[in-house]
C-alpha cells in the first residue's frame, strides 16, 4: 500500500525566512512518482514538481528547491526567502509506476507573515 | 487555453435531490478523476477513469456516480445526497501515464444541507 506523510499540519514563518516542508512516503514499487502541489487561498490545484524514483537529482527552480532521497524515503521542499505570496496549502503526492493511484498526503498549511 | 472546466462552483442543496457536476477537459487526456477535499483529510480519489467507458472506484466512491461516455467530459453524480457529502470537489485529468502531472480544475464546492 502507498503512503504520503506530511507531519507539518500548519507552519508560521515571518517574511524572508527560509522552510521546508517535509514529505515522507511509503511504497513497495521500485518505480514510483512524487509530485508537489500548491493550492493558494483561491482554491486552484497547481502543479509544481514531478520527480522519478530513478532520479535522485535534487533540483531548484528560482526559490524552491526540492531534496528527493531514497534512503529515507522523503521528498522535501524547501522555499528560500519566503514571500507572502507563498502562503498556500501544499500537497505531496505519490503514484505507483503502472497504471494510475495518485495518493496525496493531507497538506501542510503555510502562512508567512509580513 | 488548456484547461479542466467544472460547473458549478458552488452549490446549494438539500438532501435526497439529485445532482450533477459537470467537468469537461480539453486536452485530449485520456485519464480523469474525482477528488473531495474535506479539512484535516487532504484530497481522497472519489472514483477515476483511465479512458471512455473504463471507470473505477478510488478510496471514498459511496454515494457517488460517474460515467465517461465521451474522452472529454466525466460528470459526477450524486444520485441522493447527504450532509456528509459537504465538501469541496475537484476534477483532474492527465495525459495518461503515471508520471503525469495532474491537471485540476477550479473546484465545486458542494453545501447539502
Known amino acids: 500500500a502507498q503512503k504520503v506523510t506530511q507531519a507539518q499540519t500548519e507552519i508560521s514563518v515571518v517574511e524572508k525566512e527560509d522552510v521546508t516542508l517535509d514529505c515522507v512516503y511509503e511504497?513497495?514499487?521500485?518505480?514510483?512518482?512524487l509530485f508537489w502541489y500548491k493550492q493558494p487561498p483561491s482554491g486552484e490545484l497547481v502543479f509544481l514538481i514531478r520527480?522519478?524514483?530513478?532520479?535522485?537529482q535534487n533540483e531548484i527552480s528560482g526559490r524552491y528547491s526540492w531534496n528527493f532521497q531514497k534512503s529515507t524515503s522523503s521528498f522535501n521542499f524547501t522555499i528560500t526567502a519566503s514571500q507572502v505570496v507563498d502562503s498556500a496549502v501544499y500537497f505531496c503526492?505519490?503514484?505507483?509506476?503502472?497504471?494510475?493511484?495518485?495518493?496525496f498526503g493531507k497538506g501542510t498549511s503555510l502562512l508567512v507573515t509580513p | 487555453e488548456a484547461q479542466v472546466t467544472q460547473n458549478p462552483r458552488y452549490l446549494i442543496t438539500v438532501t435526497g435531490k439529485k445532482l450533477t457536476v459537470t467537468c469537461s477537459q480539453n486536452?485530449?487526456?485520456?485519464?480523469m478523476s474525482w477528488y473531495r477535499q474535506d479539512p484535516g483529510l487532504g484530497l481522497r480519489q472519489i472514483y477515476y477513469s483511465m479512458n471512455v467507458e473504463v471507470t473505477d472506484k478510488g478510496d471514498v466512491p459511496e454515494g457517488y456516480k460517474v460515467s465517461r461516455k465521451e474522452k472529454r467530459n466525466f460528470p459526477l453524480i450524486l444520485e441522493s445526497p447527504s450532509p456528509n457529502q459537504t465538501s469541496l470537489y475537484f476534477c483532474a485529468s492527465a495525459s495518461g501515464g503515471p508520471n503525469s502531472p495532474l491537471h485540476f480544475g477550479n473546484g465545486t464546492r458542494l453545501t447539502v444541507t
Open positions: 486536452m485530449n487526456h485520456e485519464y
Open positions: 520527480r522519478n524514483s530513478f532520479d535522485e
Open positions: 503526492a505519490l503514484n505507483h509506476g503502472s497504471g494510475y493511484a495518485l495518493n
Open positions: 511504497t513497495r514499487d521500485t518505480t514510483y512518482y
